[in-house]
Structure formats: C-alpha cells, structure tokens
C-alpha cells in the first residue's frame, strides 16, 4: 500500500515538474526545454516505464500452424541472426544502465533491456514450438557503452522502420494466420517504444553535454545513421573468413523481400510511412520522434515516376555514347 502511494505521489510530481517547466503540448522536443530539463526526462523515462507490458513468451497465445505455414517460416533466412542480436542486445542494454548513475535513467533503460532480452526468449519460443532450424546463440561478447548504445539505437530506427513496413504488407496479404501476426504485433509495438525512448534519451544526452546546438545535433544524427547503414550493409559482404556472404540482422536480412513478389519500392516505402505512422502516433505529442527515415522517404515518394518508354529509348541511344 505504501508502495502504492509514494508511486502516486511520485506520477504528481512528475506532472508538476513537466507543467512547471512549460512544455508546448504540440511542440515536441527540446525546445521547450529549460537548463533544468528535469521534466523531459521524467516525459519520456515515465512515459516508457509505465507502457511497459508484463507477460512470458511462453504464455502468449501461439497458435496450431499447418505445414505450409511452418515451412513459410522456415524459409526466412534471418531467425538465426535475428536471435543472436536480440540475445546481444539484452545483454549490453542491461550491461549499460548498470552503468547509469540517474536512477530514473537506470530504471528505464533496464526494463528496455529486459524487454529485448525478451525478445530474444520470444524468437527462441516461436523457433523451439514450431520446430524451426536455428542455431542457438553464442555468449554475448559486446561492450556496454553510451557509444554501444547509440549505435544500436541508431540500428534500431532503421530496422524498425522497414520491419513496420515489412509486416505491414504481411499483414496486408495474409502471409501468416492473424494469431502469428498478433503475437508480432507484440514485439512492433515493443519496438515502437525503444525507438521514441531512444531518439529523446540521446537529445536529453546532448543537452546534459552541451551538444544541443542544432548544427552540431544534425552531424551528429548524420554520423548516427551514416554509423548504423555501414554497420547493416556490411552484413551482406562476404566474409572474410570463408568467402560466404553474412546475412544481415532484423528485417534487413538478404530474403526478406523474396515473400513479396510483385511489391514495388513504391509500394514498399508507402507501407513503411503508413505503418511508421500507426505505430509512433499514440505517444505523447511531447515527445520526439524518429523522423529522418520517414522524411526521406517523402522525399522519394514525390520523386515522379519514371516512364518506361524512357528506358527503351535510352537503351536505343546508348550506342551513340
């Protein structure tokens, strides 16, 4: 019961603070900070605390898959991967907020660490039930550090960005039953979340530094993802080691796409922006979120179509170069 109460008393005071500080409820971000930026931490550390879900892999609702189903499944390439990084994940968030000396901090960053953990346990549950082929992950060899962070972080807004896309048109064709796609629903949703933590945790950081100048924030946000593409794209070179090409992690796992046939890049970006959209808008206006990705691909979606009669006439041309 006590517990109860300071808990309330606690919720008030953050409302007080967030007030007091004078934030503009349709002006999110750090604008509306003040030195003292005390309320945009306790928005957004609340805000991820108090969405959290409690609940165990294994209980969720699985359902009975046919074979055409599993075998579906099974010819996704990335469960392997996908597990190994989620396992890496868990294991350098939680390593991380140990190292968080602001315990409000500390409390958020470790529940998204026990939620990719999560993660990692809801894979292995899908892959164990349906007797999918996996590799069971290697002890996790990563570093905990701001800088592991923020590149995962970074990594994170982009895969989940094409991941919404890509269950988005999944859902739209009915690749899987409904019940396999609620259960996925789970971890988007999940997803959602730690991408809006992360994007307003690292402009709180910047603050605390100094670095909230804008030019200086757009070089960096620049490097973030420049940091996290290179990180992905090198997954699909061959390996050093035996030649073989690596598969890529998450949803940019070479063959994601093969399920797809006939969808266009058009097609596809307006899946991501729509899903994008769904996922991200029920989170306090206040607060930031993810927005290079789905600027871009506005910027792409405007470009206009190229004509086909263009491509022939520019291969009946070419001999002329």
């Known amino acids: 019961m006590n517990d109860k ?24 971000g750090v604008c509306g900070m003040t030195d003292a930026s005390e309320a945009y931490k306790a928005l957004f550390c609340r805000t991820f605390i108090d969405t959290h879900r409690d609940f165990e892999p294994a209980d969720l609702p699985w359902p009975n898959l046919d074979a055409k189903t599993i075998d579906r499944l099974s010819s996704i390439p990335f469960w392997t991967v996908a597990l190994a990084s989620e396992s890496n994940a868990g294991y350098m968030v939680s390593a991380f907020a140990e190292t968080l000396g602001d315990p409000l901090l500390r409390e958020a960053m470790a529940l998204q660490g026990k939620e990719e953990t999560r993660h990692a346990r809801l894979l292995y549950e899908m892959l164990r039930r ?28 982009i895969d989940s960005f094409f991941g919404f896309g890509i269950f988005g048109l999944a859902r739209r064709i009915q690749l899987f039953v409904p019940e396999l796609t609620d259960i996925f629903e789970v971890v988007l949703l999940e997803e959602a979340r730690h991408v809006t933590f992360f994007v307003n945790w690292i402009a709180y950081d910047r603050r605390l530094r100094g670095r909230a100048w804008a030019p200086l924030e757009a070089a960096s946000t620049a490097l973030g993802y420049a940091r996290a593409l290179r990180r992905i794209v090198t997954t699909f070179a061959p390996s050093a080691r035996n030649g073989q090409k690596v598969r890529g992690t998450g949803f940019a796992a070479e063959g994601t796409f093969a ?7 058009r097609t596809f970006l307006q899946a991501c922006l729509t899903e994008n959209e769904r996922y991200l808008r029920g989170f306090d206006p206040r607060l ?28 009946s041309a070419s001999p002329r170069a």
Do not use: N
Not at 5 to 28: L, M, N, Q, T, V
């Open 288 to 315: 930031l979120t993810p927005r290079v990705l789905p600027v871009m691909a506005r910027m792409a979606l405007s470009l206009p179509s190229r004509p086909r009669f263009r491509r022939s006439a520019t291969r």
């Open 5 to 28: 109460c300071s808990k309330a008393r606690d919720e008030k005071r953050y409302e007080r603070c967030i007030g007091k500080e004078g934030f503009a409820r349709y002006a999110p």
């Open 259 to 265: 399920v797809f046939d006939g969808v266009t890049w």
């Open 130 to 157: 349906y007797g999918i082929p996996f590799e069971p992950p290697k002890a996790a060899q990563v570093k905990a550090s701001s800088r592991a962070f923020i590149d995962f972080g970074y990594e994170e807004c």
